[in-house]
Every structure is written in C-alpha cells, then in structure tokens.
C-alpha cells in the first residue's frame, strides 16, 4: 500500500496549503479515509475525516471553519485544504484509513510549518 503525501511547506500564519495524498491499490474508494497530523513532542491526532463516498465530514473542534478534506476515488487521492493556518497548527501531516492505527503502514507524511 501506498500512502504519498505531498503538499506541505513553510507558510506564515493566516496563509492555506492544500495537501494531496495519492494512494496504491483498488480499496482506497472502500475505506473511510482521513488526515492526521503529529506535532514535536505530542501524539498524533486526527484532523479530518471523510466517508468512503465523499460525504460526513469530520473536524476536531481546532480546525473546524479552516479546513476542508475531499477525496477524488478516481484518481484514488485524498486532499486537505487548509486555510487560516495558524503556528499551532505546525506539523507532520499523514493520510490513512480513518482507524488506522500506530501498528499500520503510515508513509512519510508531508510538514507543514507556519510561521507566526
């Protein structure tokens, strides 16, 4: 399985990135998918979640408004366009299945740090 993200960068506080992530294999249209981040020191969370068809988003409360995930199945790609980023929103962001967990496959994940 293949998990690339890409997308990440160094922005200042107040500006938007948008992530892709480009996955293997013909389950990615099956699967709830999600994004979540880890930031220095802290445990990675989930950010955002879609259904295996697009719809029922999910946010955690801090990005709610800022964010918002999509998926294109054709294209078997998941995105996260973020918007208003703020320094504590500083990161190592990855994709995955929405209950992935720590003993699964996660790739490298993209960094995204925003400046203040």
């Known amino acids: 399985v293949q998990l690339q993200a890409c997308g990440g960068g160094l922005v200042q506080a107040g500006g938007s990135l948008r992530l892709s992530c480009v996955t293997s294999g013909r389950t990615f249209r099956y699967y709830d998918m999600a994004w979540f981040r880890q930031a220095p020191g802290k445990e990675r969370e989930i950010v955002a979640a879609?259904?295996?068809?697009?719809?029922?988003?999910y946010y955690v409360e801090s990005v709610k408004g800022r964010f918002t995930i999509s998926r294109d199945n054709a294209k078997n790609t998941l995105y996260l366009q973020m918007n208003s980023l703020k320094p504590e929103d500083t990161a190592a962001f990855y994709c995955?299945?929405?209950?992935?967990?720590?003993?699964?496959?996660w790739g490298q994940g993209t960094q995204v740090t925003v400046s203040s």
């Open positions: 995955n299945r929405r209950g992935a967990g720590p003993g699964d496959y």
């Open positions: 879609i259904s295996y068809s697009g719809g029922r988003p």
